[in-house]
Nanobody
Framework: VQLQASGGGMVQPGGSLRLSCAVV?????????MGWFRQAPGNERELIAQ????????YYVPSLKGRFTISRDKAKNILYLQMKNLKPEDTALYYC???????????????????WGQGTQVTVSS
């Protein structure tokens, strides 16, 4: 599948942003779950949230649970990441990704996700 991310930008600390990731081509049947990753300069790309496309079950990295919410609109084939109370340390390039249905839910490294959107930059600064 082909993914297209949008919604990044610059925001002040304490602000909110919503990222979107549209499935622009390919079959939804090729998606088991989707996730949002982020990568700050000098750091590895890390999964921050994951959602099961059909069932809607979610996973969050514990440090972000409560501030970030992952959701999807199955009718529009769009994945979202609502981010609130943003902090300067949330500054990073954010990527959406899709995992094959045959890949286990518990597998959460970047290598476990087959399809990627382009990154969208989020900068939190006063």
């Amino acid at each position: 599948v082909q993914l297209q991310a949008s919604g990044g930008g610059m925001v002040q600390p304490g602000g909110s942003l919503r990222l979107s990731c549209a499935v622009v081509s390919g079959s939804i049947s090729n998606i088991g779950s989707m996730g949002w990753f982020r990568q700050a300069p000098g750091n590895e790309r890390e999964l921050i949230a994951q959602i099961h496309w059909i069932g809607g079950g979610t996973y969050y990295v514990p440090s972000l649970k409560g501030r970030f919410t992952i959701s999807r609109d199955k009718a529009k084939n769009i994945l979202y990441l609502q981010m609130k109370n943003l902090k300067p340390e949330d500054t990073a390039l954010y990527y959406c990704a899709a995992k094959d249905p045959r890949t286990d839910w518990e597998r959460r490294t970047a290598n476990d996700f087959r399809s990627w959107g382009q990154g969208t930059q989020v900068t939190v600064s006063s």
